[in-house]
C-alpha cells in the first residue's frame, strides 16, 4: 500500500479520513481503508470516482446503523443476506434515487464486497444475487463523452488482476483514443510498445494508415507493460490473455458485455462502439471529416458518416468545407 498512501487527489479524501467518515465498527473501518486505499493506488481511480464510491459506501453503512441496530462489524457484514441487502435498495429508492444512482450503489458495495471476498473476509456471492435494476437503453448509439470516460474507469477499477485490468484499460484506451479496430489494437506486436507519437497501421484490405497516438494511451500502454506477469517477447503479441497467448477479440467483448452490465451502460457500449465514439467525439468537437476519414482507413466519406452522430446542421456544415476543398 505504499504507493496508494504517497498519492493524493485533490477533492477526494485520504484512506484514513475516508475510513473515518464512515459509521462502522473500528474493524470493519480498517477493511475501509485497506479497500479505499487500493482503489486509489492500484486500481488509480479518479477522484470523481472515489468520492462516489465512498458517498455510496458512507449510505449504506448509515442504513445498516438503524438496520441493525449500531455500527456494522465485519462479522455482521459477513452475516447480511439477499432481504438486507434489498431493504436498503428500498430505502435509497424512498430517498428518491433513480434507478441508474441505485446501479452505481450496488456496484460500488459490489467491489467493496468483492474487495472482502479476495481477502477471505466476507463472501461477495449474496450481493452478486441482486439484479441492478433495468435501464431503458436507446437506439444503438456511440458512447457519451460521459459514458466513454466511465466505461475506462470501470476499466481500471475492476477486480481482477492488477495487470489484466491495466491490459483491458490499454485496449480500450486504443479504441476510444485512436480510433483502432479490435482487431488492428489486438494485433500489435511486442516490439511497437513503447508507442510511439504515431502508429503505423494496415487496416482492412491491406490499406495502411498512420494514427496519432495520445498520451494517456502510451501512458496506459506502459502501466500495461510494467505489470504484465509473462515475458513479451519481439514478433510476439503485445497484449495476451492468462497463458500468454494473444489476447483473443471473444475476451475484449466478454470484459466490455461485464463492464457496461456493472456500470449500466447501453447494450450498445461494444469494442466496435469506442471506434465509433472516437469518430463522433473528434467531429462534434469541430474536426475535419476528411482526416477522420483517414484515421479511421475508410475508403469513403459515405462509410465515415455512418460511424459518426452529431446534429445534422453540424454535419452539413463539414460536408460544405470538405466539398470547397475538392
Known amino acids: 500500500m505504499a504507493r496508494s498512501a504517497a498519492r493524493t487527489l485533490t477533492g477526494a479524501p485520504s484512506p484514513d479520513d475516508a475510513a473515518r467518515a464512515i459509521p462502522a465498527h473500528e474493524d470493519a473501518r480498517r477493511e475501509i481503508r485497506n479497500w479505499y486505499a487500493h482503489l486509489m493506488g492500484e486500481r488509480r481511480l479518479g477522484a470523481a470516482t472515489l468520492v462516489n ?25 459477513a ?9 436498503f435498495v428500498s ?19 459490489r467491489s467493496f464486497y468483492g474487495f472482502l471476498d479476495r481477502t ?6 449474496t450481493l452478486k444475487a441482486l439484479r441492478s435494476p433495468k435501464l431503458p437503453h436507446g437506439i444503438p448509439k456511440p458512447l457519451t463523452m460521459t459514458g466513454a470516460e466511465t466505461l475506462l474507469e470501470g476499466a481500471r477499477a475492476a477486480e481482477i488482476a492488477p495487470w489484466k485490468a491495466a491490459r483491458d484499460v490499454s485496449v480500450l484506451t486504443l479504441l476510444y483514443g485512436c480510433g483502432l ?19 503505423r497501421i494496415t487496416g482492412k484490405g491491406n490499406k495502411e494508415r498512420l494514427v496519432p497516438v ?22 510476439g503479441p503485445l497484449f495476451v490473455g492468462a497463458r500468454g497467448k494473444r489476447l483473443d477479440q471473444r475476451q475484449v ?22 471506434r465509433h465514439s472516437f469518430a463522433t467525439h473528434l467531429l462534434a468537437g469541430g474536426g475535419d471529416l476528411r482526416a477522420i476519414q483517414e484515421l479511421l482507413g475508410h475508403a469513403s466519406l459515405s462509410t465515415t458518416q455512418v460511424y459518426t452522430e452529431v446534429d445534422p446542421a453540424r454535419l452539413l456544415e463539414i460536408y460544405d468545407k470538405a466539398k470547397g476543398r475538392k
Not at 79 to 87: T, V
Not at 120 to 125: D, V
Open 53 to 77: 464510491y465512498h458517498r455510496d459506501l458512507t449510505r449504506f453503512f448509515e442504513f445498516l446503523v438503524d438496520h441493525l441496530g449500531g455500527p456494522a462489524d465485519l462479522k455482521a457484514l
Open 79 to 87: 452475516a447480511l443476506e439477499l432481504r438486507d441487502f434489498r431493504a
Open 91 to 109: 430505502h435509497r429508492r424512498g430517498e428518491g434515487l433513480t434507478s441508474r444512482s441505485v446501479a452505481r450503489t450496488l456496484s460500488s458495495l
Open 120 to 125: 477471505g473476509i466476507a463472501a461477495s456471492a
Open 181 to 199: 479496430r479490435i482487431s488492428e489494437a489486438l494485433g500489435l506486436d511486442r516490439e511497437e510498445a513503447p508507442l510511439k507519437d504515431v502508429l
Open 214 to 235: 495520445l498520451t494517456v494511451a502510451r501512458v496506459a500502454v506502459d502501466a500495461y507493460l510494467e505489470l504484465c506477469p509473462h515475458a513479451l517477447v519481439a514478433g
Open 253 to 274: 467483448r466478454q470484459t466490455m458485455i461485464d463492464l457496461r452490465r456493472g456500470l449500466n451502460l447501453p447494450e450498445t457500449a461494444s469494442p466496435h462502439a469506442l
